[in-house]
């Protein structure tokens, strides 16, 4: 049942873009899209070796800046969705990463939602994986910020934790 209250968020999330999932990303035309479009330009740039992961004088020419100090967060989903950028075109590749972080908190939730409750874990999913935050950051193109997955498993590891080492290594797994 969790695998299908994924499929019925991705396909909610996906639908505005269906007929040309391939030639535009998903979310309005807003700066913080560009900015993430630019991170995973980036990033691509950083894995090539023509620039820095500290440092880059593309922002603030010449002297440049601390790259993590201006906006590092968005790093990780650049990160994280480089293979699949690398085999789709960059507009079906953005809105692949969405199904799969939309999938993933989904299945966080889900997880969290039957550790918590001893209930089915798909209504808690659905919550996670369709809440207005999720929505609203993946329509203003801020994938990282609308990825919650991580912190529904740490909060499902606190939650089932039963020695205090546990609790510890959990902690240390979300740092």
Same mark, same amino acid.
């Given at each position: ?87 789709? /075109? %960059?507009? #079906?590749?953005?809105?692949? &990463?969405?199904?799969?972080?939309? $999938?993933?908190? =989904?299945?966080? +939730? ?40 991580? /912190? %529904?498993? #740490?909060?499902?590891?606190? &939650?089932?934790?039963?020695?205090? $080492?546990?609790? =510890?290594?959990? +902690?240390?797994?979300?740092?």
């Amino acid at each position: 049942m969790d695998w299908l209250a994924a499929l019925v968020a991705v396909s909610v999330v996906v639908w505005p873009a269906l007929g040309q999932f391939g030639e535009s990303v998903l979310g309005t035309r807003y700066v913080d899209g560009f900015g993430t479009q630019w991170w995973y330009w980036y990033f691509d740039e950083m894995v090539a070796g023509r620039q820095g992961l500290l440092h880059t004088d593309l922002l603030f020419y010449p002297s440049g800046k601390e790259i993590f100090a201006h906006t590092g967060g968005n790093l990780l989903d650049a990160a994280l969705s480089w293979p699949i950028r690398r085999i789709f /075109p %960059a507009a #079906a590749a953005y809105n692949l &990463w969405i199904v799969a972080l939309t $999938a993933s908190n =989904v299945l966080a +939730g889900s997880y969290l939602g039957r550790t918590t409750t001893g209930l089915p874990g798909w209504p808690s999913g659905l919550l996670l994986g369709l809440n207005p935050y999720v929505l609203r950051e993946i329509e203003e193109g801020r994938p990282t910020q609308a990825w919650l997955a991580l /912190p %529904a498993l #740490a909060l499902a590891g606190v &939650w089932s934790a039963r020695r205090p $080492a546990a609790l =510890v290594g959990t +902690g240390l797994a979300v740092a």
